[in-house]
Structures are given as C-alpha cells and as structure tokens.
C-alpha cells in the first residue's frame, strides 16, 4: 500500500522548475549546498500556487511556503547526488513524458480553437441519417480511389432520381449492418462519427442526400433524414437491485422478484427515498435518495440512459430496467440544456484532440512549419529517388540500390529545414525501415506516399527537438516533471515502500502511539427489519434454533440403484460442486439421510442399506477435502414407503450465517426481512443508535417496518490492533518517516535564506 496522494499533490505545488529563466546578476532567495535559487525562481512558483490576492505575500504565507519550498529542494538535491537523473529508467520514463507534454506545442491553435467551438455549436443539435459505404482503403492506388468514388456517385444519382435509399443500402452498402437497418445510423451528434462523416451530415439539408464523402472505411454517401434539438443533460435518482451477469439463476430471479417489489411499493405512492435507503444495493446514492450526477448522452450505460430520457417529466418513473449491473428504478429529477461552451471548453478540446478532427489541425500545423522552419525541396534529387521505386517496395523488401547517375545520389539533399539537410540516403534509410508489403497499388504511388510519410515525420521531429528553443514553457515543464520524477523515485525509497516493508518499524511505531488507534465503544448487536409482526414472529422464532436451512445451497436427492449404494456419475457430478462450496464457505453443515423403498426393506440384508447410503456420501465428499465435522448423518423416522425413488440420499445444507434467515423468509416476499448481525460503533446504524445501549432486546417501529434489536454485549473504548487500523498507521508511519528524513537533509545541505530579499517579497 502506498499512502502518497496528499504528498503527490504537495510535491505538485512546489516543483519549481517552470520559474522564469535565470539572470546572471540576479539576487538569489535561498542557497541550498552549493545551488542558489534566484528570487524570481521562488516567486514564480510561490504567485503560480498562491492566487488568493487575499494570501499574496503576507508574512506567514511566504515564510510557511518557503519552509515547505527548502524541504522539497533538499530531497531534490539529494536525488541529483545520488544520480538518479543518470539512469536508463528516469531519462526512459522522462521521454514519456516529454512526448505527451509537447503535443500541445504541435498543434494549430488557431485552427483547434474553430474546431471546439464548431463542435458545442453541433453538440446543440442531433441528426438522424442513413448511409451507404463503398468501401476503399485510405492509400488505395489513385485508379481504385476514382473507381471507388464513381461507384458512390453512381449510386447517389440512383437515390436522387427515385429509388429507395433503404433498398440500395441494404443491396450495394458494404457497411454490414446496412443488410439488417437499410443504413439507417439512427440519431447521433458532435464528436460521435468520423469528422469527415460528422461534416456532411451536418451540412446536408433534411431528407437530401449528400456527395460522396471520404473517411477512413472508404466513401459514403448520406442521406439526412431529420434533425432535432440536443436531449441535453439530466439528473435522475434510481433505486437498484444488483444481479450482475453470470449470477445463479435463482439469484438472477429473486433479484428480478425484489425489483418488482419494491416497484409495486412505488406504484403505491410510498415515499421514495424510504425505499431508497431501505432497500437501493448503490451504497454510493441510497443514503441520499437514489440521487445521480448529471449526466448527458453516451455517458451511462445504453439501457439506463434510453429509459432515463423516455421519461418526459420530473417525478416521473421508470418499470424496472436491466443492466450489467442488475435491475433499476428510475425518476426523473430535472432537465438542463447544454453545458455553456465555458463550462465544455476543456472537455472538447481533449475530445478533439483525440478525433479524427485533429487531422486538419495536423494538416494546417505542418504548412505552418514548413514555411517557419524554411523547408526546400530538391526536385531532381526528389525525382531520382522516386524512380527507384519498384514491385520489391509492395513486397515490404525494397533495398536501396544507388543508380549510376547521379553518381552522388546517397549524400545528396533531398529537403532542407532551416538549412539542416536530410538526404536521399536517409530516405533510403526510412523507407527500409517503415515500409511493409501492399496490395493492390503501384510501387510509384507506394513510394509517393512513404515520401510523404518521411517529409512529415522529419518535419515533426526538428520541431519537437527545438521546442524548449521556440516555447521557454514547454522548457519550464520539461524540467518540472524531470525533478518530479526524481523526487517520486526516491519518496518511493526512503517513504513509501519502507513504510510498508519496515515491519518491525511500523510495529514499533504503532505501540509507541497506541492511544491514537482506539476504537470507540462498540455494540456486538443483530437487527432484524420484517415488513410486518408476524414475519418478525417466525424470524425470531428461526433465530433462535442458531442455524438454518440454505436456501442458496438446497439440493436435489442422490437416487440409487435398487439394493445399491454405488455412486451415480450424475450423484458424484453434483457432490464435486457440495464439495466446493462446503470448503469455501465454513459455516455450511451438511445433514445426510439415508432412505429404501419398500420392496428393498422387506430383504433383510438391506436392513443397514439407508446407513450405506449415506456413508458413501459422506465418504465421498471427505475425499474431496470436506472437513468430517461439517457432515451429519441422520437416521431417518420412518425408511420404508412405496415411492421406488426413495432409493435415496437426502441432504439438506444448514448454516450458521443469519443471511440465510432472510433468504428463507424472502422466498414469497423479497422484502419481508432483512438481517444484519455484527459490530457496530456508534453513527453506524440509525435503528441501532435510537436504543439503549446496554445488553438486551428492543423492539421498535420504523418506517412502517417491525424492528427487533438484539444486543449481546457493549465493548468499551479498546485498542486496535495493528491489522485492524493498518492502513492509517502506514500513512502515518510514512508521514513520520519523511519528516525525519528532512531532518537529515537538513544536517547535511547547508541552507542560507536571503532575509533581505524575503522582505522585499513580503512587501511587495
């Protein structure tokens, strides 16, 4: 367990790195060892994390945030001693992360900043259209390409001049689900489609059919056939019942028995957020009324979101509807329109980055940088290259063979950017390295587009090498995250993993601060909730018996052959899985009874025949690694009757488990009783806590159901043990571990803080 969260997010407000650059002549804050820290550096980060007007540069605030600021760049002074920063795995996971902080420096921001607000003006809009794709692949040779696009256009002209759409789709579509919804897509909005796909939907009028349109599974013509305003956002409360896939039948149905329940409860106008907190499994909303977050298209699971926005009013329910995770009941609570583009902003431009949108970015980006960085082609070295293309390139085994003229060609330049040449033995180079076999195209267009593939790869890569040249703040963020990285490296050294692997530490600290892991006092209680008295009578009644029969675990009779008791391989199928439950669950106690039929008693040979029986079972399930203590066998009252499949075993699973009381009560009325028996502190149960608190029984009313509280005994104020209180005491361990190690960083960095200049910050 690593308890680091609270320290990550400290460790975050203090990296310092993205300071403003240093000036040679500029005074310095603080000295730790041999490193100066310029004032402009501690301020930068100090107004970056404190932009509370009201907190700038008081006293207290700059003197407690210097403190911690030392502390952090004495643990960053000792990781660069110890040479953290030299390791494969550091500059391996830094480059990680170099990679993902300068995507935001290879974009067009001109050209995102249209993107996003295009898209929330969409997003205020839904569209329902249908399709028709010929399918081409995106480096198709031109000659595919064009017969691709004709037979899209052949097809329009077709769904133009009169023929059903829905017929062609389902004849010519090479979309598979075209054959079954005649290419029908239903409704969808922004950021939902291929942006290619999304765009002339978006721009096709109502009930025309668009031009050919090209996206990545090849060209589509759309046909629009209405559009509506946007569902928006809702928020709604439910009431769920868990049944995950996979469950035992019987569990599935008496999950789908209580659902239905507590909705004729509902029908009946019972107070909703009483049935929430009595009987909704969603731990997270029950105690709050069933109550989600807001939520708008394509964030829940399809099911519960298409019933949730059926519903046309507030206060209006939903029947019971099923998911993955088991039955809901849901009420509308409101209805809100779009999110304001303020409010969406961040959200869509991640969104767009990640769509397929982010290709005219991409596109806009590189003719910027082309014309920034300078790039010149060479065409007759371009050219020559070109000609070297043949079928060993659609074979993915090309291999550079240097012509006869130009007698230079492997040194020659090929491009320039920004005067730094990339020659035709790079490309070479490239192209053995990324080229793969192809079909269905020429070695020229193959060629063409490695060229291509080349030009911007080379392009995209000068770029990202200057970036701490062109962007002082992708520098400054390069080096926050490098000394983050050190720092997490050697927390997990000295703080985190010790905690957790200093055994003998933790426990010696656990026992010199015992009185702060106390539990409170305790009630070691049973509760039983029945629907009404006499289901409380008979739950009481069961009770006190101490164990019960398992429903969960019922099981059919093993039958035997006549005068027999061999095993069936049907019988010892069915004992193989008694077996594993018996084993799993060790509050299982097994009864076995032996029975003949009448004709097997009149022999008296058989007369120990019932006993066999059983013991054969019992025999059996002990091979199999079940405990003899949790096996009884029974004689039975009377082992004699007519009926010939009493040639059997019965067995009849009990246990200690009080769970099962409610299963065996619950059988005709899912929400007849529920049974709760542990300990409890107070605060942890309502019903529990309006009693006395003192050994003894209680019955109550509350909310309309019978309430009996049993309470054994109350446990005073005790201490915990180290493994019930593990968790916080490692988090404190660790906290206590780092607060010694700052200690000796301390005694070993020398650290002078420039008096004078905190002043001037203080009254800045």
Known sequence: MRVSSLYVGLSALLLFQ???????????????????????????????NNGNADSAYTSASVNEYLNLYTNF???????????????????????????????PFLTEKSVTDQLVREAYERLKKEVNAAHILIAVDMEADP????????????????????????????????????????????????????????NAAFNTPVGQISQPVRTRFGYHIIKVNEVRPAQGEIKVAHIMVRAQQGLPKADSLTAKKK????????????????LTSQFSEDASSADEGGELPWFGTGRMIPSFEEAAFALAQPGAISAPVQTAYGWHIIKLLERKELPSYEEMETTLRNRIAKDSRSELNKAAFLRRIKTENKFQETPAIKEAVLRLADSTLLAGKWKFNVPAEPKNLPTATLFTINGQPYTAGNFATYIETNQRARQNVSPAHAMNLLYDKFVETSLLNYEREHLEEKHPDYKMLVNEYHDGILLFQLMEEKVWAKAVEDTTGLKAFFEANQNKYMWGERAQATILSAANPTVLAQAQAQLAQGRFLSVRHKQPDLLFAFGNDDLSKTATGQLDQLATALQADTSLVLELTGYVDTREATNKKNVSLPARRAAAVKNYLQQKGVDEDHIQIVPAADRSTNARSNRRVALRVYTTDAQA??????????????????????GENKMLDGVTWKPGTYTLTQDGRSIWIKIDQIDPPAPKKLSETRGVVISDYQNYLEQEWVKELRQKYPISVNQSEVQKLIKK
């Open 661 to 682: 009381l409610a299963d065996n009560l619950n059988q005709s009325n899912p929400l007849a009783l529920q049974v709760t028996s542990r300990k409890f502190q107070r």
């Open 73 to 103: 760049k004495l643990k960053v002074a000792e990781a660069k001693s110890r040479g953290l920063d030299t390791t494969q795995a550091f500059k391996t996971e830094l480059g990680g992360y170099k990679e993902q902080l300068a995507q």
């Open 143 to 198: 000659k595919d390409t064009l017969a691709a696009y004709q037979k899209a256009m052949d097809l329009r002209q077709q769904a133009v001049s009169g023929t059903s759409f829905e017929q062609l789709a389902q004849r010519f579509s090479e979309d598979p689900s075209a054959r079954e919804n005649g290419g029908n897509l239903g409704y969808f909005t922004a950021l939902q489609m291929v942006y290619p796909f999304e």
């Open 259 to 274: 659902i239905d329940e507590i909705y004729s409860r509902v029908l009946r106008k019972e107070d909703w957020n009483k």
């Open 18 to 48: 993205c300071a403003s650059p240093k000036k040679p002549s500029e005074p310095s804050l603080l000295t730790i060892g041999p490193e100066a820290v310029p004032v402009s550096e501690f301020a930068y980060v100090y107004e970056k």
